[in-house]
């Protein structure tokens, strides 16, 4: 494939293309569900059914496309986002291809606090359980930070195998307090680990999607040092980035989304592993085009996948990391031999 | 006039002193040679000059101003560095790469604009790399990689270019054609060159002025006459040599003696 220079005209077309994507999809997603409503007429309900006298749906129909269908899409969407956002900066600070949002153990450190949020009751206090999550994500995002600077530097390796180990301890935390956990709390506790998008509300829509811009914003604006420490980080410093700063930053900015995101949705796996790799393949490794692809790619996927998770089991509905577990690893396995052969 | 002064410089990794009370001036438009045994500090001074490291004692001075007070971009403005073949773990092309030196001018937010583009192409023929222009880095040789490392410093438009063993990997036909065009810059665009190499007879060959360093002391520093003799390199490398003059450029030329030569 012929590769083109990244220009800013077609980092904004590109992106014009993948916004118009995710809004297609999420309208599809919004009128599929078990409460049928007809194309057209959900079409034109979601377009003027927020105005009072609009009589076109019926007002279940209403509070099914405004209260819960919507707010659980652009919900997946923002998740998506920040997963894949975060993969992409995991991946190059690394300079691991295999790392994800969750290597360096933010995902174990918030389970241990939503399962602790579940099992004592929180789940009816406003962001009882993701507050507690969250608080999860930062506790573990101190303890790798303390463990793996040294010498006033951050190491990679040592960050890395820091978030392996902090991983497993955290399992062995999962395991007990599953293991000594009510019947009643273990199906709420099971769907949390494998993401729950079910929970979506507009309050914490807006709060998210505050920070997550932000985040990103903040992020994406590292977008040239990120490619220059990708090819060595001895080379970054000559080429005139901060290294340590720049780590730092990234570093944080990208748990912080991770943790947000992790929080409020439990642990959908694969997201942010597989959308940064697919976006590389379509459009180099140039992160001022990389990172808003797989921002937007990433929010489109799991729309999908989720979409699929309350849908495909008729009375039922899945939790939405089996949908991008089962979706993800046979691609990558995929990816993976198509690269070597 | 000097642009780089070392002013007493001592530097540790922790231990024993790795460089000790080095003191040197680089003029400007100078093509220096640092030679020496290996663990002799060389590759430790080019990151001391290039402010990556900082010594314990004494400084560098960079067109008289404490490389300590000034910004690692602007750095980057000033001093180039071509290292030796690193792998790249993602597959930029070959113009991204070096695109990058572009970097310290347009900071962390600008898109690059025409006049980069036009450096970049320039910096891409000077070294004979726009056929692979849209290539990716991994699909190339070490030869052609090792051009794209110059492109790229090239088209950061230093005034010092610091070379760390960069022909290491290279066959002799690359060394000579890459130190002919690095004298050819040194000549006509006045860029100072300061190199770091193993092959002494190259130095001899394109160097102004030798520095030969021991144990992180300088052991002598002059012109390639003054510097490379038979008994400094004798002394310094502990290896049997003879050195005599290269018949076509009179300049000293290092022949090795083995103990058992073949037949």
Not at chain 1, 137 to 150: D, E, K, N, P, Q
Not at chain 1, 252 to 270: D, K, P, Q, R, Y
Not at chain 2, 97 to 120: N, S
Not at chain 2, 194 to 200: F, G, K, P, Q, R
Request: neutral net charge; aromatic residues 8%; contains cysteine.
């Amino acid at each position: 494939m012929e590769k083109l220079p990244v220009t800013m005209s077609r980092v904004i077309k590109i992106n014009l293309l993948f916004v118009a994507a995710f809004v297609a999809v999420a309208v599809v997603s919004i009128l599929v569900g078990p409460a049928k409503i007809g194309f057209l007429q959900g079409l034109k309900g979601l377009l003027y059914g927020w105005h009072e006298g609009y009589t076109g749906i019926t007002p279940s129909e209403k509070t099914i496309i405004f209260s819960i269908r919507l707010p659980r899409v652009i919900f997946a969407g923002l998740v998506g986002a920040s997963l894949s956002a975060a993969g992409v900066i995991f991946q190059a600070l690394l300079r691991n291809p295999l790392a994800d949002p969750y290597i360096l153990g933010i995902s174990g450190g918030s389970a241990v606090g939503a399962i602790i949020g579940i099992i004592i009751g929180l789940g009816s206090i406003p962001f009882g359980i993701p507050g507690l999550a969250f608080l999860g994500a930062v506790v573990t995002v101190v303890l790798v930070f303390v463990i793996g600077r040294s010498d006033k530097e951050l190491h990679s390796n040592t960050m890395l195998l820091t978030g392996v180990i902090i991983n497993a301890f955290f399992s062995a935390i999962i395991m007990f307090l599953i293991s000594i956990s009510r019947n009643t709390d273990l199906h709420t506790i099971t769907f949390w680990l494998m993401g729950d998008l079910s929970l979506a509300t507009w309050v914490k829509i807006i709060f998210v999607s505050i920070l997550l811009v932000c985040g990103f914003i903040l992020i994406y604006s590292y977008a040239r040092p990120l490619n220059l420490i990708v090819t060595g980080e001895e080379t970054a410093m000559q080429l005139g980035v901060d290294v340590e700063k720049t780590k730092i930053i990234l570093f944080l900015a990208g748990s912080l989304v991770t943790g947000l995101a992790v929080s409020f949705s439990g642990i959908i796996g694969f997201v942010g592993l597989i959308i940064p790799h697919i976006m590389r393949m379509l459009f180099g490794p140039d992160h001022r085009l990389l990172l808003p692809a797989s921002f937007l790619f990433g929010a489109t996927f799991l729309v999908v996948a989720d979409t699929i998770a309350r849908t495909v089991v008729p009375h039922s509905e899945l939790p939405v990391g089996v949908i991008t577990a089962m979706c993800g690893a046979p691609y990558f396995i995929y990816l993976l031999r198509r690269r070597t052969v | 006039m000097s642009i780089i002064e070392s002013e007493h410089v001592k530097f540790t990794y922790g231990d024993a002193w790795v460089l000790n009370d080095i003191s040197f001036t680089t003029c400007e438009g100078e093509f220096l040679g640092i030679i020496g045994p290996n663990g002799s500090g060389k590759t430790t001074l080019i990151k001391i000059i290039d402010g990556l490291l900082m010594p314990q004692q004494g400084s560098i001075l960079i067109d008289g101003q404490n490389i300590r007070t000034i910004r690692r971009d602007d750095i980057a403005k000033q001093i180039a560095v071509v290292p030796q073949d690193s792998p790249i773990i993602f597959s930029f092309t070959v113009q991204e790469v070096v695109m990058m030196g572009r970097a310290p001018h347009l900071g962390r937010l600008r898109f690059e604009g025409k006049t980069d583009f036009e450096i970049v192409r320039k910096a891409m023929e000077i070294t004979d790399i726009l056929p692979f222009a849209s290539r990716s880095i991994n699909e190339l040789s070490g030869g052609e990689r090792q051009r794209v490392l110059i492109a790229r410093a090239l088209a950061q438009q230093p005034q010092i270019i610091l070379l760390d063993e960069s022909t290491a990997f290279l066959d002799i036909k690359h060394q000579v054609d890459f130190f002919d065009l690095i004298k050819a810059l040194n000549k006509e665009a006045g860029l100072t060159v300061i190199t770091v190499t193993h092959d002494i007879n190259l130095a001899s060959l394109f160097c102004d002025r030798v520095l030969l360093l021991r144990d992180g002391i300088i052991h002598g520093i002059g012109t390639p006459h003054e510097v490379i003799t038979e008994s400094n390199i004798k002394e310094v490398y502990e290896a049997n040599v003879m050195v005599d003059r290269n018949p076509v450029t009179g300049l000293p030329r290092v022949t090795l003696l083995a103990s058992h030569p073949a037949d």
